[in-house]
């Protein structure tokens, strides 16, 4: 039995039918993963939650391509009081939005539903490929909107994505229809697990340096002389101290392996904080 049939829940983030649920049952499907599912307001519920229930995991979203970093999310992570719970899968997810309705014949369509975001995500599709005399209904949420279709007739349509579509039922009638075609999320699972080396994995810590000239130097330079590939490198305040910052690093390999833990060992006395963040398969 892996660690993972042992899993009895999932905290993700809410909405139901987002894609932080998305994100959830594709964890799910790729690590046999067969339990019960938590939506919860907050990343930091989320990380509580992990923390306060040892046979649960969490999906956390960590980076947008349009957005950048989500800084909550690796915060909550570093100041948990489990130093066990840590990253252990990850998956990049595409933005997507489509096209929903109760009928199947795209070009009956004459109103729109949807939330005033998603209308400004979509203007491209909504100018060039529906009619211009279009009615559009603003709605709070993609989910409220799909609903709405109930109360009109089959040529009113809703924005939203799959997940969506299938628990309303609805047909898609257009796939991609949001203007930014590259949008993707990055989102990872954590829980108290530990993971074994796959050979395509990536490491991530967090460390402040000692208040010394040249300590980020010094601490860059170990892991090139112990052959580590650096893939990301970024630092925010250490919300302590003005003028103290905490790096975030991600490199290339996995903790278990013998030039890794060399490394952190020769890193852990140049610094005045260091936590081990999580080794897993690169998505």
């Known amino acids: 039995m892996s660690d993972f049939e042992l899993i ?4 993700y983030l809410e909405p139901v039918n987002s894609f932080s649920e998305m994100a959830k049952d594709e964890f799910c499907h790729q690590l046999n993963i067969n339990c019960f599912s938590t939506p919860l307001t907050t990343i930091k519920q989320i990380v509580d939650y992990v923390t306060q229930n040892p046979d649960t995991v969490g999906v956390l979203p960590v980076e947008n391509t349009l957005d950048g970093t989500i800084r909550e999310s690796m ?23 489509c096209l929903l309705s109760k009928t199947t014949e795209f070009y009956s369509i004459t109103g729109l539903i949807a939330t005033p975001r998603l209308i400004g995500k ?9 009619p211009m005399n279009l009615n559009i209904i603003e709605s709070p949420t993609m989910l409220e909107a799909a609903h709405s279709l109930n109360n009109y007739n089959l040529t009113y349509a809703s924005i939203g994505n799959k997940k969506i579509a299938e628990s309303c039922m609805l047909n898609i ?29 990536k490491t991530t810590i967090a460390f402040r340096t000692n208040d010394t000239p040249g300590a980020l130097l010094e601490i860059l330079k170990i892991f090139l002389e112990n052959n580590i590939n650096l893939t990301y490198i970024a630092s925010r305040p250490s ?20 030039n890794m833990l060399k490394a952190i060992n020769e890193i852990r006395p140049k610094t005045s904080f260091l936590r081990y963040l999580g080794s897993y398969k690169c998505a």
């Open 75 to 97: 915060d909550c992570l570093m100041t948990c009081q489990n130093p066990n719970i840590r990253i252990i899968s990850e998956i990049i997810m595409p933005v997507e939005y």
């Open 122 to 130: 979509c203007q491209d599709f909504i100018k060039n490929e529906l």
């Open 239 to 258: 919300k302590v101290e003005l003028n103290e910052y905490i790096f975030i690093v991600n490199f290339e390999g996995h903790i278990k392996n013998s």
């Open 173 to 201: 009638l257009k796939e991609n229809i949001h203007d930014d075609k590259h949008n993707q999320t990055r989102y990872v699972l954590i829980g108290d697990i530990e993971t074994n080396p796959t050979g395509k994995d």
């Open 8 to 11: 009895k829940n999932v905290a």
